[in-house]
């Protein structure tokens, strides 16, 4: 396991300097934290670093090993990898920052001599986007999100078929109540470790999330997103509907189409049906605010969709005209046959070759999935512990010289000052965040660059050592890298000025 530096010790307890609370630790126990502990007065990181190994990929066997353990059962993932990569996961931080990082690994890559910086960083400024793939309404936008009764984040813009949450961030880690910080913190090291969480929202819906599994909205789990917004989904569908209906709705919060009008109907020779709609129209066959938002059609409050329809135009309707009107997910729909008086008829037999249209919507929508994707500023501090110039690494990282990664997944480097991390908590290694009481999340981060370039930048270049050395001296656990993009990859980085 990863030995820390030992600050001091006091009758027998140890201080933990690997974070800002600056625990005592008796023999045998272990921090707050939980990833420190003193085992016979040596302060030491409880987890294992863990390796990104080749051999997965290669097909060998492999044997991750931790002490006192000479096996351990492999899971059966494959890596798809060149070389082994140490991953920040299990390092240790850099706290109080004046000191190199954890583990800082020279290994070649297609010739080139590299070098990758590791360090769990101490991140008070982080939070996680949430991705919600789901036409349901789960409340209005800016709305109080809250884990058992405290605010952690705020419903945000929604984004083409999925809701979007914006959770964390200092305010609520730092800025509220204890309880509030507390919980916040409890709820992002659940979230950013793929286990199930549970919120409100106010004014809104029951959440049940969970990375990488259909959300469950007021305890109903869906199964699809939605196709396309109404007019999109008119566009996609309008030849598969030409002359086995005369007219096609299709019910959307947002867009609502209709495929007379719409001018994909119109390039196809369908003729107008005097159909009426309630909401405010847009372009022809796209309507906006045909109904508030809801759990019901296309995210909408409506539950009998026949509601959005006012009086057929007598001067063009006509008895016997046959409707569908469907959502955009294709999980609700009706047929109709207007009668003598031009009211439409609900049928109680779907055409088998309608029916087909409709389930040619619903096979085109992808599964509901929930995403959530870390974010936070690696700051002043955590780059001291890569570089005695803080601002070169900045530098090095917008000019595209060092390749940035969270736990071996890539990661996505936002514009503008400092170096604002985003990744996609699936494609890292399971259980890879921590946090601390400040309260605080521990993140893996990796800066993988040219040997030249670290020494260029100010790097802590007596700190370098083999890979060979770092695994001798460390215990590790094998992991696959879910993504498949490697980070020491040429691909990653610029190899000339």
């Given at each position: 396991m990863v030995k820390q530096h030992v600050e001091s010790a006091v009758n027998g307890k140890i201080r933990c300097d690997a974070c800002p609370v600056m625990c005592y630790i008796s023999d045998g126990r272990s921090g707050a934290c939980d990833r420190y502990a003193n085992?016979?007065?040596?302060?030491?990181?409880?987890?294992?670093?863990?390796?990104?190994?080749?051999?997965?990929?290669?097909?060998?066997?492999?044997?991750?090993?931790?002490?006192?353990?000479?096996?351990?059962?492999?899971?059966?993932?494959?890596?798809?990898?060149?070389?082994?990569?140490?991953?920040?996961?299990?390092?240790?931080?850099?706290?109080?920052?004046?000191?190199?990082?954890?583990?800082?690994?020279?290994?070649?890559?297609?010739?080139?001599?590299?070098?990758?910086?590791?360090?769990?960083?101490?991140?008070?400024?982080?939070?996680?986007?949430?991705?919600?793939?789901?036409?349901?309404?789960i409340?209005?936008?800016?709305?109080?999100?809250?884990?058992?009764?405290?605010?952690?984040?705020?419903?945000?813009?929604?984004?083409?078929?999925?809701?979007?949450?914006?959770?964390?961030?200092?305010?609520?880690?730092?800025?509220?109540?204890?309880?509030?910080?507390?919980?916040?913190?409890?709820?992002?090291?659940?979230?950013?470790?793929?286990e199930r969480v549970e919120m409100q929202v106010d004014g809104g819906a029951t959440l049940c999330l969970q990375a990488g599994h259909p959300p469950v909205i007021n305890g109903v789990e869906e199964s699809r997103m939605r196709v396309g917004c109404g007019s999109a989904t008119i566009g996609m569908f309008a030849r598969q509907w030409q002359n086995m209906v005369d007219e096609v709705v299709v019910v959307d919060d947002h867009i609502t189409g209709v495929l007379?009008?719409?001018?994909?109907?119109?390039?196809?020779?369908?003729?107008?049906?005097?159909?009426?709609?309630?909401?405010?129209?847009?372009?022809?066959?796209r309507y906006f605010q045909v109904a508030e938002p809801g759990t019901g059609w296309g995210g909408t409050t409506i539950s009998d969709p026949l509601s959005i329809l006012g009086d057929f135009d007598p001067k063009v309707a006509y008895p016997g005209l046959r409707l569908l009107m469907v959502s955009t997910t294709g999980e609700q729909y009706g047929y109709y046959i207007l009668d003598e008086n031009l009211v439409p008829v609900a049928q109680s037999i779907l055409p088998a070759a309608v029916r087909e249209t409709v389930e040619i919507v619903a096979e085109n929508c992808e599964p509901a999935m929930v995403s959530v994707l870390f974010m936070g500023g690696a700051g002043g501090s955590l780059r001291a512990g890569v570089t005695t110039n803080p601002v070169r690494l900045t530098r090095s990282v917008k000019e595209a010289l060092t390749h940035v990664s969270c736990g071996g997944?890539?990661?996505?480097?936002?514009?503008?000052?400092?170096?604002?991390?985003?990744?996609?908590?699936?494609?890292?290694?399971?259980?890879?965040?921590?946090?601390?009481?400040?309260?605080?999340?521990?993140?893996?981060?990796?800066?993988?660059?040219?040997?030249?370039?670290?020494?260029?930048?100010?790097?802590?270049?007596?700190?370098?050592?083999?890979?060979?050395?770092?695994?001798?001296?460390?215990?590790?656990?094998i992991a696959p890298l879910v993504s498949g993009a490697w980070p020491t990859a040429a691909g990653n980085f610029k190899w000339g000025h």
């Open positions: 085992v016979g007065g040596e302060l030491i990181r409880v987890d294992p670093l863990t390796v990104i190994d080749e051999t997965l990929s290669a097909g060998g066997a492999v044997v991750p090993f931790l002490p006192g353990k000479d096996t351990e059962e492999w899971s059966g993932d494959l890596v798809y990898a060149n070389a082994p990569f140490v991953t920040a996961v299990g390092a240790g931080t850099t706290y109080p920052d004046y000191k190199p990082a954890p583990f800082i690994v020279s290994q070649t890559q297609n010739g080139i001599d590299m070098v990758t910086v590791v360090t769990e960083g101490i991140f008070s400024y982080c939070g996680a986007k949430v991705k919600i793939d789901t036409d349901r309404f409340g209005p936008e800016t709305a109080i999100v809250r884990v058992e009764g405290e605010p952690v984040g705020h419903v945000t813009t929604g984004e083409y078929g999925s809701q979007m949450l914006s959770l964390g961030g200092v305010h609520h880690l730092t800025g509220g109540s204890k309880k509030e910080g507390r919980i916040t913190c409890e709820t992002l090291l659940q979230l950013c470790n793929r007379s009008e719409h001018q994909a109907g119109k390039l196809l020779d369908i003729p107008p049906t005097g159909i009426r709609i309630k909401g405010r129209r847009s372009t022809p066959g997944a890539p990661a996505t480097i936002w514009p503008g000052g400092g170096i604002t991390v985003m990744v996609d908590v699936t494609q890292m290694p399971s259980n890879s965040f921590g946090s601390v009481p400040t309260p605080a999340l521990v993140a893996p981060i990796e800066f993988t660059m040219r040997l030249c370039d670290y020494e260029a930048l100010g790097g802590h270049m007596d700190a370098v050592v083999p890979i060979e050395q770092a695994l001798r001296e460390a215990g590790r656990k």
